[in-house]
C-alpha cells in the first residue's frame, strides 16, 4: 500500500516536471524570437536617426551620472578619470563618499583639487546625513561633484543621497568599479528623447572587465576571463543581457534595469520613493515600485533595454565572495516579490501583474525550489526502485539541448553583431564553458538561491558584504 501510493506521488511529479519543463522551453522560445525581433528592429532603426542630430539639439536633456563609493580608494581616482572622459554636451558626475575608513574622499580631495562648498541640499528622498559637498577649483573638472555622507549601509542609501544632490532631469547610476564607453550617455538619454510615450528608464548590456586589458580606467582590449567563476558569469551576461531583457524590452515588461548601469526619470523615481535602502535587490525594487506608480497613476510609460554592452565591471572571482553576492541576490528576489505580491494578477496593473510577476515567480524564484525537490525525489525513487531511467533521460536531455541551443546562440549573435573577444580560441573556450555549466556552476547557483531564501523565511540578518577589487593597475600587454 506504501508502495502503490509513493509510486503515484512519484508519477504525480514527473508529470508535473513534464509539463513544467515543457512551459519553460516554450516562453523561452517566445522569448528569444521576441529578443531577435527586439534586436533588427534596433540595428535597423539606428541607420535612420543620427545621433549626431541629438548631440546637437538645443533641447538635449541634461545627465547626472551617480556613483555610490565606499572603501574604493583602489580604483577610485581611476574611475572618476573615465567617468570625467564620457562624451555628452550636458551631464555632470556625482560621486557619493558613503561614509568610506579609508582613503577614498582623500585621494578625491587631493587628485582633483577639491574643496568643500556651500549646497543648498534638498533632501527629496530621506538618506543618512550629508556631511558636505565638494567642488574642484580646477575648470578642467567643473562638471566633477563629491557628496560624503555617513554610511547608510546600502547602495540604495548612498545612491538617494546622490539623487538628492542631482540637477539634471535624468541620472545615470552606475558602480564605481564599472568601465563605461565614452557614447553610453547619449546610448542610454536617446530613448528618453526619442519617444511620445515617457520612458522612465533604460538600460544596456554589461560585461565582465576581469582580465581584460586596462589602464588607469580606460579599457583598451577586452579579453575572456581566465578564472573559472567570471568565466562562468561572462556566459550569464550574455545570455541574459542579450536574450532576456531584450525581449521584456519589446513588449514593455522588463523588471530589472541593472543597478551597475541604469538610466532613470528622476522625478518619477522620487515620486515612486527612491531607492529603498532596506531591500536586497534594490535595483528590481525599484524598478517593480516605479511600474506599480505609473500604473496608479493611469500614465502610459516605457523602459527600455538597448543591445548593446556600454559597460564593463569587475565579478566576483572566488566562490566566497560570488556565494554571498548571489544569496543577497536571491534574497532580493524574494524579497520583491513578497513586497509587492499585491500586484500579482490585479487588473490594475495590467501585463505587469499577469505576465512579468508570474514569470518571475514561476521560472525565476520557483525554479532552483523544484530542482531541489527533484533531487529528493530522485534519492527516494532510487531507494525504493522506482526509477523510470527512460523518462529521466528523456526530460534531462531535452533540457539540457535547449539550454545549450539558447547559450550558444547567444554567443553567436553577440560575436557576429559586436565582435566582443580577441580571437576565436577565447569564443570557442566560451562555448566549451556552456557544455559544463550545468554541471559545474549551476548547482552552486541553486545552493546559493535555497540559502538566499532560507535567509528570507527566517529573517536572518545578511549585510551586504565587500567585495575586495583587484584594481585596474596592472599595465597593458603589447
Known amino acids: 500500500m506504501m508502495h502503490n501510493l509513493l509510486h503515484y506521488l512519484i508519477r504525480c511529479y514527473d508529470i508535473f516536471i513534464a509539463s513544467f519543463s515543457l512551459g519553460y522551453i516554450l516562453f523561452y522560445i517566445f522569448l528569444s524570437i521576441l529578443s531577435y525581433w527586439a534586436i533588427i528592429k534596433h540595428l535597423k532603426y539606428q541607420k535612420y536617426l543620427d545621433e549626431e542630430v541629438l548631440l546637437r539639439s538645443n533641447h538635449i536633456l541634461g545627465v547626472s551620472v551617480v556613483a555610490p563609493a565606499f572603501n574604493e580608494g583602489v580604483n577610485i581616482v581611476y574611475n572618476v578619470k573615465s567617468l570625467l572622459s564620457l562624451t555628452y554636451p550636458k551631464f555632470e558626475i556625482i560621486i557619493v563618499n558613503d561614509g568610506s575608513t579609508d582613503d577614498t574622499l582623500e585621494k578625491l580631495i587631493t587628485e582633483f583639487d577639491l574643496v568643500k562648498i556651500d549646497f543648498y541640499y534638498q533632501e527629496k528622498i530621506l538618506t543618512q546625513p550629508v556631511r558636505g ?20 549601509k546600502s547602495k540604495a542609501d548612498a545612491s538617494n543621497a546622490g539623487i538628492n544632490s542631482s540637477q539634471y532631469p535624468l541620472f545615470l547610476c552606475t558602480d564605481v568599479d564599472c568601465i563605461l564607453k565614452s557614447n553610453t550617455i547619449l546610448k ?19 560585461r565582465i572587465s576581469n582580465s581584460c586589458d586596462i589602464k588607469e580606467g580606460f579599457l583598451f582590449k577586452v579579453h575572456y576571463p581566465k578564472e573559472w567563476y567570471p568565466r562562468f558569469q561572462e556566459l550569464e551576461y550574455v545570455r541574459s543581457f542579450l536574450f532576456g531583457r531584450m525581449a521584456w524590452s519589446q513588449i514593455n515588461g522588463l523588471l530589472l534595469v541593472s543597478g551597475g548601469l541604469g538610466m532613470f526619470d528622476k522625478d518619477i523615481v522620487i515620486k515612486a520613493g527612491g531607492y529603498w535602502h532596506k531591500s536586497l535587490g534594490e535595483d528590481m525594487e525599484l524598478v517593480t515600485r516605479m511600474r506599480k506608480y505609473m500604473h496608479d497613476a493611469n500614465e502610459k510609460f516605457l523602459i527600455q533595454y538597448i543591445p548593446e554592452s556600454l559597460c564593463w565591471t569587475e565579478v566576483p572571482s572566488t566562490r566566497q565572495v560570488f556565494l554571498r553576492q548571489r544569496i543577497r541576490w536571491a534574497r532580493g528576489l524574494i524579497q520583491t516579490l513578497y513586497l509587492h505580491r499585491k500586484m500579482f494578477l490585479n487588473p490594475k496593473y495590467g501585463r505587469t501583474a499577469f505576465l512579468v510577476l508570474p514569470f518571475f515567480f514561476s521560472f525565476e524564484f520557483l525554479v532552483p525550489i523544484i530542482e531541489f525537490l527533484g533531487i529528493i525525489t530522485l534519492i527516494v525513487s532510487l531507494a525504493f526502485g522506482l526509477v523510470d531511467f527512460h523518462y529521466l533521460l528523456i526530460i534531462s536531455t531535452i533540457v539540457y539541448l535547449f539550454y545549450l541551443s539558447i547559450t550558444i546562440i547567444s554567443i553567436l549573435i553577440d560575436e557576429i553583431l559586436y565582435k566582443s573577444y580577441a580571437n576565436y580560441k577565447e569564443l570557442i573556450t566560451l562555448v566549451g564553458m556552456a557544455v559544463i555549466e550545468p554541471f559545474v556552476y549551476h548547482p552552486v547557483n541553486v545552493y546559493a538561491s535555497l540559502k538566499g531564501y532560507w535567509y528570507f523565511f527566517s529573517q536572518k540578518e545578511q549585510k551586504w ?7 585596474y593597475e596592472k599595465p597593458v600587454k603589447k
Do not use: Q
Open 133 to 152: 559637498h565638494y567642488k574642484s577649483k580646477n575648470p578642467a573638472y567643473s562638471k566633477l561633484m563629491v557628496v560624503d555622507k555617513l554610511n547608510g
Open 188 to 206: 542610454l538619454a536617446k530613448p528618453f528623447m526619442e519617444n511620445e510615450t515617457r520612458v522612465i528608464a533604460t538600460g544596456a548590456g554589461i
Open 465 to 471: 558584504g565587500v567585495m575586495v577589487r583587484k584594481g
